[in-house]
């Protein structure tokens, strides 16, 4: 079988180069190739002619049909460059997004945030503010770190009423425990960092005990200055402006009432009046402070003669109830998905001290 090739070529060729060019969009395009490169595409059935020939036109033949592949591959690269583009340029005229839209509630807007860590939220970005750094520490503690270091001895009467969980002793007589409080982390910090040191460390801690307002896992926050010059103004600042920020009011009467704490003196106790929180003629306690005791500096390795500071520790739950008039601790716990579609807190309503804590 002899074929007649020039003409056959030239022919072909022009037909596809015009199919190419007359190609509307992507997919007539992809039509083309495959009618002209694809398995049984016309080019390709050329090729398996080839087989069938004299050796000599084999070999014109065969060339020939190559540059007849590399033209129609050249014009279906270009032209699917021009589709592409117009096809982009479609898309940015019909496809627009108004990005001062509010977002599109979805599944997203059904969960909740548990009030704690809504509270949770709101007191890092108060503090965060003032300079402090979140610290953390482990939930399951030393003696010397929950107890000893913190300048509560062995016999020391406060040790009851911490009601701590132990865990069995070990094989060489130590016993660790669920922390009863955040205040290991004063140890851990204090130990491991050279003041000026600026923290609060939020956690849960453990304490055996159950009822309307106490759960055996409860949250605290712990606060920490430690610098050369920081006193007790410093302090009832620091705790002020954190009240009138975190109950969102102007005003806030505070009364610090003489108290005792191991690691603290001198050791006070604060109430704040409640017209806060809207019952007025009521105090309400919020929370223990002092200057650290000058064995805890010592216990970390700070001479007490050049460092001092003050340390602070509030319940986050308590706070949570007060704050949100959330009558009973134990539904904080009980994971029940009412109480908290009533009283949880938006995914997206992130609290800022720009745009509002809570609302
Ligand atoms: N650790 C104390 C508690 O759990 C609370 C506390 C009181 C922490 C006074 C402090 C402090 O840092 O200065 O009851």
Not at 156 to 169: E, G, I, L, M, V
Not at 322 to 334: H, N, T
């Amino acid at each position: 079988m002899s074929v007649p090739a020039s003409v056959d070529l030239t022919t072909l060729e022009n037909e596809l180069l015009h199919e190419i060019s007359s190609a509307g969009d992507l997919p007539a395009l992809e039509a083309v190739r495959v009618s002209a490169l694809g398995k049984k595409g016309r080019v390709s059935e050329l090729m398996s002619r080839l087989g069938a020939l004299p050796v000599e036109e084999k070999k014109t033949f065969g060339a020939a049909v190559n540059i007849l592949k590399s033209a129609v591959s050249a014009a279906l690269d270009a032209r699917k460059s021009v589709l592409e583009a117009s096809a982009l340029n479609e898309r940015l005229n019909t496809e627009r997004a108004d990005v001062t839209l509010p977002v599109r509630l979805g599944p997203v807007a059904e969960g909740r945030i548990h009030p704690v860590s809504q509270v949770l939220d709101e007191v890092i970005e108060i503090f965060a503010d003032m300079g402090f750094a979140v610290a953390e520490g482990p939930d399951i503690e030393t003696d010397a770190m929950n107890f000893d270091k913190l300048n509560i001895p062995a016999e020391h009467p406060a040790r009851q009423d911490h009601d701590t969980f132990y865990f069995s002793p070990g094989s060489d007589g130590t016993r660790l425990l669920l922390r009863t409080h955040t205040s290991p982390v004063q140890i851990r910090t204090m130990s491991t960092q050279k003041p000026p040191i600026r923290i609060i460390a939020p956690g849960r801690v453990y304490r055996c005990d159950s009822d309307q307002t106490h759960t055996p896992m409860f949250h605290q926050i712990e606060g920490l200055v430690i610098d050369e010059t920081t006193h007790m103004g410093h302090l009832k600042w620091v705790l002020e402006e954190f009240c009138k920020a975190f109950f969102e009011v102007d005003e806030v009467k505070m009364r610090f009432r003489a108290s005792h704490f191991p690691f603290t003196e001198p050791s006070m106790e604060v109430d704040i009046g409640a017209e806060a929180i809207g019952k007025p003629g009521q105090w309400l306690e919020i929370l223990g402070c002092g200057m650290v005791h000058p064995n805890v500096l010592r216990n970390c390795g700070l001479d007490p003669d050049k460092y001092q500071g003050f340390a602070f520790g509030m319940g986050l739950d308590r706070l949570t109830m007060l704050k949100y008039g959330i009558p009973d601790l134990r539904a904080f716990f009980s994971g029940d998905l009412k109480w908290l579609r009533h009283y949880g807190f938006g995914v997206l309503d992130v609290p800022t001290l720009g745009g509002g804590l809570s609302s």
